[in-house]
C-alpha cells in the first residue's frame, strides 16, 4: 500500500505556515469588521425604518466570510505545497525504463515532409510523450549512444528531470556504436532486478547503429527485454562527399594533389553544385549531377592556390532549397601537411665556403641551415637541435651521431677513401636508386675524386669501375650518404641534378612523410604528433569549450565527436597548428539502412504501449504528476475565483 | 482620428476596456516570448538558477489577466488600495506559476555523492586489489550508516568495462571481483562516462579513482572534461605498491631482408621488472632452432635482447616463435605475455620450372634465365609437382614445346591453377605446341591470351602429308585392313588445302597415291584401295619417294607417317630422315607389333621432328593415323624468317630496343583475343608473337615462337633477351626481392591498419591503382582456426590506400597484396604484423602520472590514506549541489497572500 511523502518542508513547518498565514488573513478580517462597526443613532433609525438593510448585511456577512473562506483554501494548498508531497510507491512497485537513444550522425538527417524536422527532433517529440505516460512509481534512465555511450540522466523518477535530458539530446558528428551504451542498460537493469523491479531497455535508432545485433543478444542473454523502436524509414535522398584529402607530391612538395569522392545514396538523379575553396577563396566551381548509387573519384592536380585548408561543399545548383536530408556530410575539410624546417649543420673548412653548396641548401626555404668550421663542430660548439650535418669537404675522425651526407671526404676520418683517381665518370648507375630520382649524372665532368670505400651492406649508387663515386650506408647505426669529389672541381654545380641529388639525399637521410597531414575520423581515436605536453583544440565557429589534449611519447591520442575545422593552441599562444575531423564513415550517409529484425516503427510505437515486462505492476499506473503541482494549480483556480469575485462585488 | 472627447461615456468606456484588452493580450505575447528566450533547457542566469519545469513558465502570459480583470471595480478599494492589491496579486499569481517551474538554486552543501570507481584489470595486482578493497572499506566505515544525511556512496569496478558493485553495509566485506570473462583490457574513459548513471541528485558529486593508471583503451582525458562541466571532483588513488616481479617478451626482430639459406640474427626482446633469471627459446616453424634455440639467460631489471643465429630456410613465409619461461615461477605473473611470434618473409631468387619433353634442348633457353638472375628448375612435363604446396614454391612455369598428350588432365588442371593462385604461366610454342600440339579444346586453350582456333593460313597450301605404308607379307590380314581405312579416315580429315600421297613398300616402293589435292577424296579412296600385302621390308626407298615428292610442295608443312610392323637395319635411313628434315618435311613412325626395330622408328621420329608410336593393337593404326593428320593439319606453323614487330607499349617491355631484335625463325599461327588479353608483339604478318592475359591473381603469357633454339636460336643469343625474358616472367611475380611494392600492416586500438602507397617511378600518385590483400593468421592457430579473409584498400588521400580490419585473435599475421593499376598487376608486397596478446600484458609499471592529471584538471587530490577526505569541504573548494527552491518561492506567495489581504481590508475607499 502506499503512502504519502513529502519531499520539501514536513508537517510541523507546513502546520506553522499555515496556522500564521491563516491567522493573520483570519484577523485582518476581523479588523475590518471592527473598524466599521460606529454607533450612529439615527443610522439605527434608519435600519428600522428600511427593514431591507438587515438582509444585506448578512449576505455582506456571508460574502466577506466566502472570501476569507477562499483565501483561507488558497493558504491551505499553498502551505500544503510547501512540503512537495508525492505518493510513494510500494517497494517492489513500478519499472525502471532504460532509454538509449542513438544520437549518431545519421539522427541529424531531415524526415521527408518534416518540415526541417530531424530523425532526433522525432524521437525527442516521442521519448517526451513516452514519459508522460510512465506510472508514478515507474523510474527512467536515459543514455545516449554516440560513438561512445553518455549517461544523459541516471535513473529517475522525476519526469521532468528525464524530460530535460531528452531535451538536452544532440547529434553527434560520428558514427553510433550501441555496444557499449546497451551494456550499460543491462547494467542498470541488473541493478533494478535487485531490487525487484522489472526493468526493459527502449533503443530509438535508425537503425545505424554498430554492433547493435551482438549488444542485443547479450541483452536478451540476460533476461533483459529490450524493444528496438525505428524513426520512419523510406528513402531519405542523400549525396555526400565521402572522402577528401590533400597531398604533396613526393618529388615537388611545392605541388599537391587533392583527392575527393562524391557518393550518392538518392534513388534519383542528383544535380549539385560542387565548390572547394583553399584558404577561403574559391578556387574550383563545377556543376554536375550524380547517378544513383554513384561514386564519382575525382583528383585535382592543377588547382591553382591550393595551400594550406581546403573546404569542399556540395550546394542545390539554384542555392535554395536544402540539397539532401543530411547537410552534414556536404561538407569536409581537408588540409595539406605543412612543410616541416629540416634543421641541417654545415661544417666546412676554416675560411672555405662552398658556394655551390650553399646555393643549392638557398633553393629550399624550409632548410635551417647552420654552418661550422670543422674546430667548432669538434668542440660540440653547435645548437644541439640539429637533425643532419653536412661534411664539405672535412671528415672528422669520429662518425657522427647525426645522419651525414659527406661531399668530397678526405680520408684522414671515419669514412674510408681510395687513392685518388683523375678524370672519374659516372658509367655506372642505379638509376632505381632514391638518391638519383631526376638525376641523370652519366655525362658529368669531374677532375679527380677519391672513391668511398664500401663496407659489407653499403650500396654503391653510382660510379665506374675505378670506384664508388656516391654511396650510402650506415655507420654506427647511422645512415651516411658520401659523393666522392669537391663538386666545385666538376661542371655538376652547372647542372640542374645538382641541387636535386642534395635535396635527394636530404630525403633519403631524413625520412619523414611530409606530404600528408593527418585527417581525423569523426568518433575514432586520432593521433597527432605533439611535442609539447598538452594543447588544447577550439573548433573553429562553435562557441563549445575547448578540448584539452594530453601527448604521450610525442603524440596526443583523442576524439572528436564534431566535424570541422579546429585550431590546436599550446601553452596559451595563438593556434599554432590546423585540425580537421571529416565524417568517420560513409555508412552515415546512407540514410535508407535496412530494418532490424523485430523492431517496431516509431509512429507505431508512440500508440502503443509496450506490454509490462514480466512481472511487471500491472494495474494502472497512477498519475505521476507531482500533488504539490495540483495543489498549487487548485490554489491559482482560487484565486482567479476569488479576483473576480471580489471585484465584481460578489465577496467583499 | 476620432476625438475622444466627442464620445460619449458609453463609447469612451467600451473604447478603454478595448484598449486593455488589448494591452493585456500584448503583454501576455510578449512575456510568453521572454520565457521562451529565458529558458534555455530551464536554466536562468547562467548556471544560477535552474527550472525543472521550465515550460510552466508560459503560465505568465494569463499575468496581465490580474489588472485586466481588476478594471472596473467594484470591491470599493482606494486608488492606491486598489493598484497595490493588483500589484500584490499579480505577484503572488507570478510566485505560484515560478513554484510550479520548480526552481533549483546551486548552493553549497555538505552533502555528497560519491562514486569510487576501483580497477580491477589485470595488471592490478592482487596485493594492489586488497590495498583498493581495505580503503574503500575504510570509507564506507567512516560514512557510517546509509542514511539521508550520510554522504551517498556508490561503488563500481572497472576493466573493460565498467561494472555496479553493491554498496555493502559499513562493516561488511567489499566483494571486488575480476571481470574475468572480459578481454583483458583498461578503459578508465569508459569507467568516467559510467560513473554518471550512479550518483545521487541534490549532492555535490565526488569521484574517486583506485588504479594502477595503465589505461589500454578509451580516452580518459576526453572523459573527464565532462566532469569538469558536471562539477564532478576527481580524487585519485595510484595503485602503485611494489611492482610484482614480471616477465615479458615484448618484440622479436630479424632483419627486413632475409635470404633463403643464409643465417640471420633473430633479436628477442625480455622485459623484467626485476633481475631474474629465465630460458628463452626459439622456434621457426614450430620447431626449436637448432642446439642454440634455448638460452638460460640472467634478465637485468628493464629490457634485454637475447639473440639468436637462425638459418633461413627456403622462400616464403616463415614463422618464427619466442618463447619465454622463468626458471623460478614466482618471477612472472602473466604467461600471456611470455610468447611472441612474428612472420618472416624469406627470399631467394626468383624461381622458375621450365617443363619440356626434352630437357636437354632447354640449355640455351637455361642459361638466358640464368643469367636474369633466375633460379631455373628444367623437368619433363610429368615432373609437374602435383602438391599445390610445392608448385606454389615456382614464381613461373613455363611449358615449352609440349604436346598436350604429354601432360594428364590432372597436371593441366595444376597449370591453370597456378596461374590463377598468382603464377605466371609461360607458355612457348614450337612445332608440338599450340595447334599443332593438340592443345585445342582443353582447359589450358581457354585461358591462353591466343586463340588456337581458326588458326590456318589460308595464303597458301599448309599441309602435304606422305602415308609411307609398309605392305609386306607380315601386314596381311587385320593390319593391312587397318592400314587402308587408317589411310582413307586420313583423307578423309584433311582439307581441301592439303596434299596427300600414299605409298606403298615392300623391297620396293609404289605411289598408291601420287600427291595430290586431299579434295580428291573419292580417287584416293579408290587408290588406297589398291594396297596389298607382299614382298619384304624396305624403307629406305619409300622415304626417298616420299622426300622427292614432298620437297617439290609449296605446302608450309609437309609431313610423312611412316607404318612399318617388320625389322629392319637399312643404312642411310636416318640420313636421308635428315636430309629431310633439313628442308622442312617431318616424319613420324608408327610401329606396329613386338618385332619392330624401335631403335630405328624413334630415331626416324627424332631426327625427323616427328613423334614415334608404338602399338602392339592394330585397332589403334586409324586412331594414330587420325591424330597425326589432326596434329600437323592443323598447324599453322610458319617457318621463315620474320621480324618482331611491337603491338602494344607494355611495362614488360620496358627498356627493350625490339626494333634490333634478331628475326625469329618460325612461330606457330595463332590468333589475337580481345580483352582481357593484351598482345604485346607480332611478326611482320601480323600473327602474335606475345600475349598476354591476367588470371585471377596471375597470369598467363603466350609466346608462339619457341624457346629452344629451333626458332629462336638468334633471339636466344641476343644480348638483351635474358631482360626481355626476366621481365616477361617476373614482372607480375610473387614477392619477391626487387618486385615489393610498399605495404605497412600495424596494429592500432585491436585493428589491423593496413596502407600503401601508390606512386609511379616518377613519385607521381597512382590514382588508379588498387590494392586488395589477404590477410591470415594467427600463423601459430590450425588452418580451421585462422582468420584468412580479403581486404580491398580503399583509397583516403592521393597515392595512400587504406584498409582496417578487427583483430580478435592474438598472434602473427601474413599479409600478402596484389597491386594493380587498370587491372594490370603491378607487384606484390607482404607485411608481417603482429598482435603479441593485450596490451594490458605489455605495460608492466603504473602509470600515476595519469591519475594525477585527472585529479589536477577537477581540484582533486591524490587520496593516499584517509579516504575519509573524500567527504571533507575545505574553504578553498566549493561543494555545489542543485537545491530546489520550490518551498521559498510558496512561503514568498503565502506572505504576499497576507500582504494583499492586508491591502484591501485597509485601503478602502472612504
Known amino acids: 500500500m502506499s503512502g504519502l511523502e513529502l519531499l520539501g518542508l514536513g508537517w510541523p513547518e507546513i502546520a506553522a505556515a499555515f496556522g500564521l498565514s491563516a491567522t493573520a488573513i483570519t484577523l485582518l478580517y476581523l479588523v475590518r469588521r471592527r473598524r466599521r462597526v460606529v454607533t450612529v443613532p439615527f443610522v439605527a433609525l434608519f435600519a428600522r425604518a428600511l427593514p431591507d438593510e438587515r438582509t444585506t448585511r448578512l449576505f455582506s456577512r456571508l460574502k466577506s466570510l466566502l472570501s476569507l473562506l477562499l483565501l483561507l483554501l488558497v493558504a491551505a494548498a499553498i502551505a500544503a505545497a510547501l512540503g512537495l508531497p508525492r505518493v510513494a510507491p510500494p517497494p517492489g512497485e513500478g519499472r525502471t525504463l532504460v532509454l538509449v537513444v542513438d544520437v549518431s550522425a545519421s539522427m541529424q538527417a531531415r524526415l521527408a515532409g518534416g518540415g526541417g524536422e530531424t530523425r532526433l527532433d522525432r524521437v525527442r517529440r516521442a521519448l517526451l510523450a513516452r514519459i508522460a505516460r510512465l506510472g508514478a512509481s515507474d523510474r527512467v534512465a536515459v543514455l545516449a549512444a554516440g560513438a561512445r555511450a553518455d549517461v544523459v540522466e541516471p535513473l529517475t523518477d522525476e519526469a521532468p528531470l528525464a524530460a530535460r535530458a531528452i531535451r538536452a539530446l544532440r547529434a553527434s558528428d560520428a558514427p553510433g556504436d550501441g555496444r557499449e551504451a546497451l551494456a550499460w542498460a543491462r547494467d542498470l537493469c541488473r541493478d533494478a532486478e535487485r531490487e525487484r523491479r522489472p526493468c526493459e531497455a527502449e533503443l530509438y535508432t535508425d537503425g545505424g547503429l554498430r554492433s547493435l545485433a551482438e549488444a542485443r543478444a547479450a541483452l536478451e542473454e540476460d533476461g533483459v527485454s529490450t524493444r528496438v523502436v525505428l524513426t520512419p524509414e523510406g528513402e531519405p535522398p542523400n549525396v555526400a562527399i565521402t572522402a577528401l584529402s590533400a597531398r604533396r607530391f613526393p618529388a615537388d612538395p611545392t605541388r599537391a594533389e587533392l583527392l575527393l569522392e562524391l557518393s550518392s545514396f538518392a534513388p534519383a538523379p542528383t544535380p549539385l553544385t560542387l565548390s572547394i575553396a583553399s584558404d577561403g577563396r574559391l578556387v574550383h566551381r563545377e556543376t554536375l549531377t550524380l547517378a544513383p548509387g554513384a561514386r564519382l573519384r575525382r583528383t585535382f592536380s592543377d588547382l591553382v592556390g591550393v595551400d594550406a585548408l581546403i573546404e569542399a561543399r556540395l550546394a542545390p545548383p539554384e542555392g535554395s532549397a536544402p540539397l539532401d536530408a543530411l547537410a552534414l556530410d556536404d561538407v569536409a575539410h581537408a588540409q595539406l601537411a605543412p612543410r616541416r624546417r629540416r634543421r641541417l649543420l654545415v661544417v666546412s673548412p676554416e675560411g672555405s665556403a662552398n658556394l655551390y653548396l650553399g646555393a643549392a641548401l638557398l633553393i629550399d626555404p624550409y632548410l635551417d641551415v647552420v654552418e661550422r668550421s670543422l674546430a667548432r663542430y669538434e668542440r660540440g660548439d653547435y645548437p644541439s637541435d640539429r637533425e643532419l650535418v653536412v661534411f664539405d669537404r672535412v671528415t672528422p675522425p669520429i662518425a657522427p651521431r647525426l645522419p651525414s651526407l659527406s661531399l668530397a671526404p678526405t680520408g684522414a676520418g671515419w669514412l674510408e677513401v681510395g687513392a685518388p683517381i683523375a678524370r672519374p665518370r659516372f658509367d655506372v648507375e642505379r638509376a632505381e636508386h632514391p638518391l638519383l630520382a631526376f638525376v641523370a649524372l652519366r655525362d658529368v665532368n669531374i677532375a679527380a675524386a677519391r672513391p668511398i670505400v664500401l663496407r659489407p651492406g653499403d650500396t654503391s649508387v653510382a660510379g665506374e669501375a675505378r670506384g664508388t663515386l656516391l654511396a650510402t650506408g650506415v655507420r654506427g647505426d647511422v645512415p651516411f650518404v658520401a659523393l666522392a669529389f669537391d663538386v666545385q672541381e666538376s661542371d655538376l654545380p652547372m647542372r640542374i641534378a645538382w641541387p636535386i641529388l642534395v635535396f635527394d639525399a636530404l630525403s633519403l637521410l631524413l625520412p619523414d612523410d611530409l606530404t600528408l597531414a593527418p585527417t581525423c575520423a569523426s568518433g575514432r581515436v586520432c593521433r597527432l604528433g605533439l611535442e609539447a605536453p598538452s594543447a588544447t583544440l577550439v573548433r573553429r565557429g562553435d562557441a563549445a569549450a575547448p578540448i584539452a589534449i594530453a601527448s604521450r611519447a610525442g603524440v596526443a591520442s583523442f576524439e572528436l565527436d564534431r566535424v570541422g575545422v579546429y585550431d590546436l593552441v599550446t601553452d596559451a599562444r595563438a593556434a599554432d597548428r590546423v585540425v580537421v575531423a571529416n565524417l568517420a564513415s560513409s555508412d552515415e550517409s546512407r540514410l535508407d539502412l535496412p530494418p532490424i529484425e523485430g523492431a517496431e516503427r516509431l509512429d507505431e510505437a508512440l500508440t502503443a504501449e509496450p506490454e509490462p515486462a514480466s512481472g511487471a505492476d500491472e494495474a494502472p499506473s497512477r498519475a505521476r504528476w507531482p500533488l504539490h503541482v495540483a495543489l498549487l494549480a487548485a490554489a491559482l483556480a482560487l484565486l482567479a475565483f476569488e479576483w473576480i469575485t471580489f471585484h465584481r462585488g460578489w465577496t467583499t | 482620428m476620432d476625438d475622444v472627447s466627442a464620445l460619449g461615456p458609453k463609447e469612451r468606456s467600451s473604447r478603454r476596456a478595448l484598449a486593455r484588452v488589448g494591452a493585456a493580450t500584448l503583454a501576455a505575447a510578449l512575456i510568453a516570448i521572454f520565457v521562451r528566450a529565458l529558458s534555455d533547457e530551464g536554466r536562468l542566469a547562467g548556471d544560477a538558477l535552474r527550472l525543472l519545469a521550465p515550460d510552466a513558465l508560459f503560465l505568465l502570459a494569463a499575468l496581465p489577466l490580474v489588472p485586466l480583470l481588476a478594471a472596473g471595480s467594484r470591491a470599493g478599494l482606494s486608488r492606491l488600495g486598489g493598484r497595490l492589491s493588483v500589484l500584490l496579486r499579480t505577484l503572488l499569481f507570478g510566485a505560484l506559476v515560478l513554484a510550479l517551474a520548480r526552481p533549483s538554486t546551486r548552493e553549497d552543501t555538505t552533502r555528497t555523492s560519491s562514486v569510487v570507481l ?648 597512382r590514382s588508379n591503382e588498387t590494392v586488395r590483400a589477404r590477410v591470415e593468421g594467427p600463423l601459430d592457430r590450425r588452418a580451421d582456426e585462422r582468420v584468412s579473409v580479403e581486404v580491398e584498400l580503399a583509397p583516403i588521400a592521393p597515392g595512400r590506400l587504406e584498409a582496417r580490419l578487427p583483430l580478435d585473435r592474438y598472434g602473427a599475421y601474413s599479409v600478402e597484396a596484389i597491386h594493380r593499376e587498370d587491372g594490370v598487376v603491378l607487384g606484390t608486397s607482404h607485411a608481417s604484423p603482429v598482435f603479441p596478446y593485450p596490451a594490458e600484458y605489455a605495460r608492466l609499471e603504473p602509470d600515476p602520472a595519469l591519475l594525477r592529471t585527472l585529479a589536477e584538471r577537477t581540484g582533486g587530490e591524490v587520496l593516499v590514506d584517509h579516504p575519509e577526505r573524500l567527504f571533507e569541504h575545505t574553504r578553498e573548494e566549493r561543494l555545489e549541489a542543485d537545491t530546489e527552491r520550490t518551498p521559498l518561492v510558496l512561503l514568498a506567495a503565502l506572505a504576499l497572500l497576507v500582504l494583499d489581504v492586508l491591502a484591501r481590508r485597509t485601503l478602502r475607499a472612504s
Open chain 2, 118 to 765: 576501483v580497477d580491477v584489470s589485470p595488471s592490478v595486482s592482487d596485493d594492489a586489489l586488497a590495498h583498493a578493497r581495505a580503503l574503500v572499506e575504510a570509507l564506507l566505515a567512516a560514512r557510517g550508516e546509509a542514511t539521508s544525511d550520510a554522504p551517498h556512496v556508490a561503488i563500481a569496478t572497472f576493466a573493460g568495462e565498467p561494472r555496479r558493485v553493491e554498496t555493502p553495509r559499513a562493516g561488511a566485506p567489499l566483494a571486488l571481483t575480476r571481470h574475468d570473462a572480459e578481454r583483458p583490457a583498461t578503459d578508465l574513459g569508459s569507467a568516467l562516462r559510467y560513473a554518471e548513471s550512479l550518483y545521487q541528485p541534490g549532492r555535490a558529486r565526488r569521484l574517486w579513482i583506485l588504479s594502477d593508471g595503465v589505461e589500454t583503451r578509451g580516452q580518459a582525458l576526453s572523459a573527464v572534461a565532462s566532469l569538469c562541466d558536471r562539477g564532478v571532483r576527481v580524487s585519485v588513488t595510484p595503485l602503485e605498491g611494489p611492482i610484482a616481479s614480471e616477465l615479458a617478451l615484448t618484440g622479436l626482430d630479424f632483419p627486413e631482408l632475409i635470404r633463403a639459406g643464409q643465417p640471420f640474427d633473430a633479436r628477442v626482446h625480455v622485459r623484467a621488472s626485476r633481475a631474474s633469471r629465465a630460458r628463452v627459446r626459439l622456434f621457426r616453424d614450430g620447431r626449436l632452432v637448432g642446439l642454440e634455440g634455448v638460452r638460460e639467460v640472467d634478465l637485468r631489471a628493464g629490457e634485454d635482447v637475447v639473440s639468436f643465429r637462425v638459418t633461413a630456410g627456403e622462400r616464403g613465409v616463415t614463422e618464427l616463435r619466442a618463447e619465454l619461461e622463468p626458471v623460478d615461477p614466482a618471477d612472472d605473473r602473466f604467461p600471456e605475455n611470455n610468447r611472441f611470434v612474428r612472420a618472416a618473409e624469406i627470399v631467394g631468387r626468383p624461381r622458375v620450372l621450365v617443363l619440356a619433353p626434352e630437357p636437354n634442348r632447354m640449355e640455351a633457353f637455361v642459361r638466358v634465365l640464368e643469367a636474369a638472375e633466375l633460379d631455373v628448375d628444367v623437368r619433363a612435363p610429368r615432373g609437374l609437382p602435383s602438391e599445390r604446396a610445392a608448385l606454389s614454391s615456382f614464381d613461373a612455369i613455363v611449358l615449352a614445346d609440349t604436346p598436350a598428350d604429354q601432360v594428364s588432365a590432372s597436371s593441366e588442371a595444376s597449370l591453370v591453377a597456378f596461374a590463377r593462385a598468382g603464377g605466371v604461366l609461360f607458355v612457348a610454342g614450337g612445332p608440338r605446341a599450340f595447334g599443332p600440339g593438340g592443345w585445342q579444346g582443353s582447359s589450358l586453350a581457354r585461358v591462353l591470351p591466343v586463340s588456337l582456333d581458326g588458326e590456318r593460313r589460308r595464303d597458301s597450301p599448309s599441309l602435304a602429308l606422305a602415308l609411307v605404308i609398309d605392305r609386306s607379307g607380315s601386314m596381311a590380314g587385320e593390319k593391312m585392313e587397318l592400314a587402308k581405312e587408317a589411310a582413307r579416315a586420313t583423307a578423309e580429315v584433311l582439307s581441301p588445302d592439303d596434299a596427300l600421297e600414299v605409298i606403298g613398300f615392300d623391297t620396293v616402293a609404289e605411289r598408291i597415291v601420287p600427291l595430290q589435292s586431299a579434295a580428291n577424296r573419292v580417287a584416293i579412296q579408290r587408290d588406297i584401295g589398291r594396297l596389298a600385302p607382299r614382298g619384304g621390308t624396305a624403307i629406305f626407298p619409300a622415304l626417298d619417294a616420299a622426300y622427292q615428292d614432298l620437297a617439290a610442295s609449296r605446302a608450309a608443312t609437309r609431313h610423312v607417317i611412316l607404318l612399318t610392323d617388320g625389322q629392319t637395319n637399312e643404312p642411310g635411313v636416318v640420313e636421308l630422315v635428315h636430309a629431310m628434315r633439313g628442308d622442312r618435311i617431318t616424319v613420324t613412325s608408327v610401329g606396329v607389333g613386338s618385332d619392330v626395330n624401335r631403335t630405328l622408328l624413334s630415331e626416324i621420329a627424332d631426327v625427323g621432328g616427328g613423334r614415334a608410336y608404338f602399338t602392339a593393337d592394330p585397332s589403334s593404326i586409324p586412331r594414330i593415323f587420325l591424330r597425326e593428320a589432326s596434329t600437323v593439319g592443323q598447324s599453322g606453323v610458319v617457318e621463315s624468317l620474320v621480324r618482331i614487330e611491337v603491338a602494344s607499349r607494355a611495362h614488360a617491355l620496358r627498356g627493350l630496343d625490339l626494333a634490333r631484335a634478331p628475326l625469329l625463325r618460325g612461330y606457330v599461327v595463332t590468333q589475337a583475343r580481345g580483352a582481357p588479353s593484351e598482345l604485346l608483339l607480332r611478326s611482320e604478318l601480323g600473327d602474335p608473337l606475345l600475349a598476354r592475359r591476367p588470371l585471377d591473381e596471375g597470369s598467363v603469357v603466350a609466346w608462339t615462337s619457341d624457346v629452344a633454339g629451333r626458332w629462336s636460336a638468334d633471339l636466344l643469343r641476343w644480348p638483351a633477351s635474358p631482360r626481355f625474358f626476366s621481365q616477361l616472367l617476373r614482372d607480375p611475380l610473387r614477392p619477391s626481392e626487387g618486385a615489393a611494392l610498399p605495404l605497412e600492416a600495424r596494429v592500432e586500438d585491436d585493428e589491423l591498419v593496413l596502407s600503401a602507397d601508390a606512386f609511379d617511378e616518377r613519385d607521381e600518385f
